[in-house]
């Protein structure tokens, strides 16, 4: 897949919703403790929302498909 064809919003949905299925599978399987990771993911999708930016934002930022889009 193209650069042109991705946008940040949609690869940064694309990782909360692979890490959140990592952090269920991982809870049932290993142990309850992953859950943290699913509330980490939580926390990260309403700082997005919020403010428009959080850790996975600012360093997708930072790469060559998505340096030309405006992030704060």
Same mark, same amino acid.
């Given at each position: 897949?193209?650069?042109?064809?991705?946008?940040?919003?949609?690869?940064?949905?694309?990782? %909360?919703?692979?890490?959140? @299925?990592? !952090?269920? /599978?991982? &809870?049932?399987?290993? =142990?309850?403790?992953?859950?943290?990771?699913?509330?980490?993911? %939580?926390?990260?999708?309403? @700082?997005? !929302?919020? /403010?428009? &930016?959080?850790?996975? =934002?600012?360093?997708?930022?930072?790469?060559?498909?998505?340096?030309?889009?405006?992030?704060?």
């Amino acid at each position: 897949m193209s650069c042109e064809r991705l946008s940040l919003t949609r690869v940064l949905f694309a990782l %909360a919703g692979t890490m959140t @299925l990592l !952090a269920v /599978v991982l &809870a049932v399987t290993v =142990s309850p403790w992953f859950l943290l990771l699913g509330v980490f993911v %939580a926390v990260n999708q309403w @700082l997005f !929302a919020l /403010v428009g &930016a959080c850790p996975a =934002s600012i360093i997708l930022g930072r790469t060559p498909c998505f340096s030309r889009e405006v992030t704060r």
